[in-house]
């Protein structure tokens, strides 16, 4: 089993439309959550970081958190087309941070 | 915006030669790490280097790999000899308060190995 499971998409959604992005994890060591916007051959860009269980809000994105069910989600509400990007979960414990594949979200107008 | 630069932009190179990426990390920043990240693929951690030494390293960073923070300032991966599946984008990140609250990341340098 990996560590953590994100599947890649591709995600297409219309201009307005909720986004719910995904990611499952084995580890039980992971202590800090993170969701990252990456953008074609640009490096990760922080979006989110969390370390409980629960739910972060930020402007249109909210982050949550489900230790018991080793399952986080990024919400994005009134999705734009500068949202088009690819999303990756990262998990954290001690020196590093573990990635998911990334999932490619386009949001079309 | 504070930001982490990584030079150069994208790097040819000969299978068997030296590489050195360079980055330089945010000013206050205590933090630093080496990602990489082959087309197509995840996202892959390397090395974390904290108060001039590594921290924790990964099965990838092996003999050929190297980090060195020469000054104040640069902070750079070497690649002793470069192997075919080297090619890949090569991430420079640095942190104030460590792990728990994220990175920032370079744009990348882009290293490909003929």
């Known amino acids: 089993q990996k560590e953590v499971e994100q599947d890649p998409g591709p995600l297409s959604v219309p201009e307005g439309a909720i986004v719910s992005l995904n990611c499952t994890y084995s580890?039980?060591?992971?202590?800090?959550f993170m969701w990252y916007r990456q953008y074609s051959r640009k490096g990760p860009e922080l979006l989110m970081y969390?370390?409980?269980?629960g739910n972060k809000e930020d402007g249109r994105f909210t982050a949550q958190v489900d230790k018991s069910s080793k399952y986080i989600s990024l919400f994005i509400r009134d999705s734009q087309p500068s949202d088009s990007a690819t999303y990756l979960c990262a998990m954290g414990g001690g020196n590093k941070l573990t990635f998911g594949t990334g999932t490619q979200l386009k949001v079309e107008l | 915006e504070p930001e982490v630069t990584q030079t150069p932009s994208h790097q040819v190179t000969q299978m068997g030669q030296e590489v050195i990426l360079r980055c330089v990390p945010i000013s206050n920043h205590l933090y630093f790490y080496w990602y990489r990240q082959i087309l197509g693929q995840k996202v892959e951690f390397l090395v974390s280097f904290y108060n001039n030494e590594i921290s924790e390293k990964s099965e990838i960073f092996d003999d050929q790999f190297s980090v060195e923070r020469p000054d104040g300032s640069n902070f750079t991966l070497k690649i002793r000899s470069t192997k075919l599946e080297d090619s890949a984008m090569y991430f420079c990140?640095?942190?104030?308060?460590?792990?728990?609250?994220?990175?920032?990341f370079g744009s990348g340098t882009r290293l490909t190995v003929v």
């Open positions: 990140a640095s942190s104030e308060w460590g792990v728990n609250y994220g990175y920032t």
């Open positions: 580890n039980s060591a992971f202590q800090y």
């Open positions: 969390t370390y409980s269980s």
